[in-house]
């Protein structure tokens, strides 16, 4: 079992920044794919950005392309989200998901474990 916790989510007012994180509770994050999804209040849960298990390949979603930044550092055992001109409509929960041995996918059924979540709230 993988437990995975997310942290750096907060308010923020619209362009700013946040850089969320993911890591595995007692264990590295090396050998799976992770991905990072987002569900606003009444709407279905979305793919954000997803990253390899060997950090080679890389997807995002098109509404983030160019102001989100996903990255690994399995020496810190933690995969990284960085948020950037942030917007209302990125209000939501962001969550992470990983799978094992995984290539970087945008399905939400394809991730095997999951957090708990942290809130991201963008003001206007």
């Known amino acids: 079992q993988v437990q995975l916790v997310e942290a750096g989510g907060g308010l923020v007012q619209a362009g700013g920044s946040l850089r969320l994180s993911c890591a595995a509770s007692g264990r590295t994050l090396s050998n799976y794919a992770v991905g990072w999804f987002r569900q606003a209040p009444g709407k279905d849960r979305e793919f954000v950005s997803a990253?390899?298990?060997?950090?080679?390949?890389?997807y995002y979603a098109d509404p983030v392309k160019g102001r989100f930044t996903i990255s690994r550092d399995d020496a810190k055992r933690a995969v990284y989200l960085q948020v950037n001109s942030l917007k209302p409509e990125d209000t939501a929960v962001y969550y992470c998901?990983?799978?094992?041995?995984?290539?970087?996918?945008?399905?939400?059924?394809?991730?095997?474990?999951w957090g708990q979540g942290t809130q991201v709230t963008v003001s206007s």
């Open positions: 990253v390899s298990w060997r950090g080679g390949t890389t």
């Open positions: 998901a990983a799978k094992k041995f995984g290539i970087a996918t945008m399905g939400v059924t394809e991730y095997d474990y």
